[in-house]
C-alpha cells in the first residue's frame, strides 16, 4: 500500500494518531492511517504525478509528506499547517504534504471523503485570502492519489 520511500520519519502510533485527530477535530481515513503507521511520512522514491484539472501547468511533486511526532523538523509536522494557517483554510482540509515551492498535497475531507487535492497558495501567499479556485482536484482517495506517483520525467 504505502509507496517506497528514500526517507522515513520516526515511526508513530495508533495513540498518537488519535490524539492528533481529537485536538484537530478530524477523522482521518483507513488508507491515511495505515500509511502514518507505516511510514509516518518522509520522501517518496517516486513523487511525481499529474493534475488533469490544471492544464496549464500539470507536472507536480511531493517533496516531503508530513508526519506526527518529527522532531526537530516542525515543517516536516502534519500539525504545523494547520496551526499555521488556522482561520485562513476551510476546516476539514488538511495538508499532508509539501510541494518543491511551497504549496500543499491535501487531504480534502470536508464532505467526509478522502479525496486529495493540490493547494497552488500562489495567491494566498501574497494576500492571505483563501480561494476554492487555488484547490485543484488530483485523486479520489487517498490510495488513488498513491497509485498516481511516479518518477521524475526524463529531461
Known amino acids: 500500500m504505502s509507496p517506497e520511500m528514500v526517507r ?3 515511526p508513530t502510533s495508533l495513540s498518537a494518531i488519535i490524539e492528533f485527530e481529537c485536538a484537530h477535530g478530524l477523522k482521518l481515513p483507513a488508507s491515511y492511517k495505515l500509511f502514518l503507521l507505516e511510514t509516518n511520512g518522509g520522501i517518496p522514491r517516486n513523487s511525481n504525478f499529474t493534475i488533469v484539472t490544471r492544464p496549464s501547468n500539470p507536472d507536480e511533486n511531493v517533496q516531503n509528506f508530513l ?5 526537530g523538523i516542525p515543517t516536516s509536522e502534519l500539525s504545523y499547517p494547520i496551526d499555521l494557517y488556522h482561520g485562513g483554510i476551510p476546516d476539514g482540509l488538511l495538508p499532508i504534504a509539501n510541494q518543491d515551492f511551497g ?3 491535501c487531504l480534502d475531507l470536508r464532505d467526509g471523503t478522502d479525496r486529495v487535492a493540490f493547494w497552488d497558495k500562489s495567491h494566498f501567499w501574497s494576500t492571505g485570502e483563501w480561494r476554492e479556485v487555488d484547490l485543484y482536484h488530483v485523486a479520489d482517495s ?8 511516479g518518477p521524475a520525467p526524463k529531461s
Open 8 to 10: 522515513r520519519n520516526p
Open 67 to 71: 508526519g506526527i511526532g518529527v522532531p
Open 103 to 105: 504549496s500543499y498535497i
Open 142 to 149: 487517498f490510495e488513488a492519489f498513491l497509485a498516481l506517483l
